[in-house]
């Protein structure tokens, strides 16, 4: 099986732009779709990205996931940063049996 | 609005098996698949399996051995049983709704178990 990996954590300024990376270790990251889940404090996780790059309804578009096969990585970018988008961000997909893997989990600071 | 509440007994005993139910409420189950999250204190989410309508499951390899997930569509509930528990499977889980079988779109609130004598 695979796995993805996410950088432990990240920090940037209100306002500006950040970008969470996870890199798949074996197989092609379009192989699978890839979704991401955001975790707040004391609150469940929310879905913020499936497929990709699709938004559910109620995700402001300030969300964006996307692929790059060059570094068989997906990234969730946030843009406008908001000192309530400072949560924990997981990317997950799954393999051929469709068994889900997630991500380690990467904590935004927004400071 | 779809709304998924997890219940069950938030203290289990070592050995024994933990059991929780998910209410789905302001939707149905029907043609959707139910999957089950945990995350232990101070770590990562950790999928345990889903459950389509039809009954078909799908489980984590790591706990396949001690899991079951059952549905009853009648009631819109979905259950998750575990057997033999361990410190390990100390917990909040968490059920999820989706319309495909890799992605969930609404989640239940939580519900913590620990598992402690």
């Known amino acids: 099986n695979f796995m993805l990996t996410q950088p432990h954590s990240v920090s940037e300024s209100p306002g500006k732009t950040v970008t969470v990376s996870c890199t798949r270790s074996s197989g092609s990251i379009a192989s699978n779709y890839v979704q991401w889940y955001q975790r707040r404090p004391g609150s469940s996780p929310r879905t913020l990205i499936y497929?990709?790059?699709?938004?559910p309804s109620g995700v402001p578009d300030r969300f964006s996931g996307s692929i790059d096969s060059s570094s068989n990585s997906a990234s969730l970018t946030i843009s406008g940063l908001k000192t309530e988008d400072e949560a924990d961000y997981y990317c997950q997909s799954y393999d051929s049996g469709n068994l889900w893997v997630f991500g380690g989990g990467t904590s935004l600071t927004v400071l | 609005q779809v709304q998924l509440q997890e219940s069950g007994p938030g203290l289990v005993k070592p050995s024994e098996t933990l059991s929780l139910t998910c209410s789905i409420s302001?939707?149905?189950?029907?043609?959707?698949?139910c999957s089950w999250i945990r995350q232990p204190p101070g770590r990562g989410l950790e999928w345990i399996g889903y459950i389509y309508d039809s009954g078909y499951t799908n489980y984590n390899p790591s706990l396949k051995s001690r899991v079951t997930i059952s549905i009853d569509t009648s009631k819109n509930q979905v259950s998750l049983k575990l057997r033999s528990v361990i410190a390990a499977d100390t917990a909040m889980y968490f059920c999820?709704?989706?319309?495909?079988?890799?992605?969930?779109?609404?989640w239940g609130q939580g519900t913590l178990v620990a598992v402690s004598s």
């Open positions: 999820i709704r989706g319309k495909y079988s890799y992605v969930g779109d609404f």
């Open positions: 497929e990709d790059n699709r938004r």
């Open positions: 302001g939707g149905s189950i029907g043609n959707h698949y």
